[in-house]
């Protein structure tokens, strides 16, 4: 699996974004997540959508601000987010799992693709 992230750019405080992340391969076999990564900080979890799409899950810091979804039809993630803070500054990463539990979702361990990233920018 390929995975090609896109739709990052400068917002102002309050403004939205929408990250989409473009896959090759055998897409709905993976759960799907973003990530992120601040400079001079350690990537952190953002969200995941299970393989289905049925079910999701948000890190606190962006539950109620941002959507996950999927489109297996046409092989692609997207990261709808919202009431965007300075924050949220980082570089978004999409990222593939065959398999995730509660206790590694928000870990790095059980990716098995990534993404190249792309840099969401919130200036206040």
């Known amino acids: 699996v390929q995975l090609q992230a896109s739709g990052g750019g400068k917002v102002q405080t309050g403004g939205s974004l929408r990250l989409s992340c473009a896959a090759s391969g055998r897409f709905s076999d993976y759960a799907m997540s973003w990530f992120r990564q601040a400079p001079g900080k350690e990537r952190e979890f953002v969200a995941t959508?299970?393989?289905?799409?049925?079910?999701?899950y948000y890190a606190d810091s962006v539950k109620g601000r941002f959507r996950i979804s999927r489109d297996n039809a046409n092989n692609s993630v997207s990261l709808q987010m919202r009431s965007l803070k300075p924050e949220d500054t980082a570089v978004y990463y999409c990222?593939?799992?065959?398999?995730?539990?509660?206790?590694?979702?928000?870990?790095?361990?059980?990716?098995?693709?990534w993404g190249q990233g792309t840099l969401v920018t919130v200036s206040s």
């Open positions: 990222a593939a799992a065959r398999r995730l539990n509660t206790m590694t979702v928000s870990t790095t361990t059980p990716y098995d693709y």
């Open positions: 959508i299970s393989q289905s799409g049925i079910s999701t």
